[in-house]
């Protein structure tokens, strides 16, 4: 079945460091990935999405480019805060289907 | 809008007892989910629905009952609570079908713990 795999945590950084949490995925046909982030006592949201091969999904600074030839579809950022302290879950989507399949988490914590 | 509602925020069970974890959404969204999260598991999928009337399986069931009667809500019920069902509880709705993809929006979640 599909799955997705994610850099195990917790990942902790400075203040303006740069940010990478690596994600792969298992998967037939071509499904469309996600990046979600957990603040702190809070449910998900959808931090950014890529539904085709090449595709660069990006919002608040974070980027994901959806990278078919190495089934990946890493996390950056270039200059993290103390508020981007949360979980990090990546996870896709098969087309025809509203099920998600989530990776493990990363755990991020940001030093000032 | 509200958004995705979950109650109650918190809840201590003992082994054995049942009861429900209420969610409801006012975005008219077809689609509805149940997730656990547990530490190291990511979040895994219970129960789904598609509409009104119709329900599915996700990875983890057992243990939990689902009913969609309305578009809003979408409780799961815990038959008879075992430790090992111990999770943070979060329910999710999104539009359904189309080609393109459907947010789908999460609850505040529930904590729940089995004594």
């Known amino acids: 079945g599909d799955s997705v795999t994610q850099m195990e945590g917790p990942v902790t950084l400075s203040e303006e460091a740069f940010l990478t949490i690596n994600c792969t995925y298992t998967?037939?046909?071509?499904?469309?990935l996600f990046w979600y982030v957990q603040y702190p006592g809070e449910g998900l949201q959808l931090l950014l999405k890529a539904t085709k091969a090449d595709d660069k999904g990006s919002n608040k600074g974070f980027e994901a480019t959806y990278r078919k030839e190495t089934t990946s579809f890493h996390l950056e950022k270039g200059s993290v805060q103390v508020s981007d302290s949360a979980v990090y879950f990546c996870a896709l989507r098969q087309g025809g289907s509203e099920k998600l399949v989530f990776g493990k988490g990363t755990k991020l914590t940001v030093n000032p | 809008n509200a958004g995705v509602t979950q109650t109650p925020k918190f809840q201590v069970l003992k082994t054995g007892q049942s009861m429900t974890l209420q969610c409801a959404q006012d975005m008219n969204h077809e689609y509805m989910s149940w997730y656990r999260q547990d530490p190291g598991m990511g979040l895994r999928l219970i129960h789904y629905?598609?509409?009104?009337?119709?329900?599915d399986q996700g990875e983890v069931p057992n243990g939990y009952n689902v009913s969609r009667s309305t578009t809003e809500d979408f409780p799961l019920r815990l038959l008879s609570a075992a430790p090992s069902q111990t999770s943070v509880y979060f329910c999710?709705?999104?539009?359904?079908?189309?080609?393109?993809?459907?947010?789908?929006?999460f609850g505040p979640g529930t904590r729940l713990t089995v004594l």
């Open positions: 998967a037939t046909g071509y499904p469309s």
């Open positions: 629905s598609v509409g009104a009337g119709i329900t």
């Open positions: 999710a709705s999104s539009w359904s079908g189309g080609p393109l993809y459907n947010e789908q929006f």
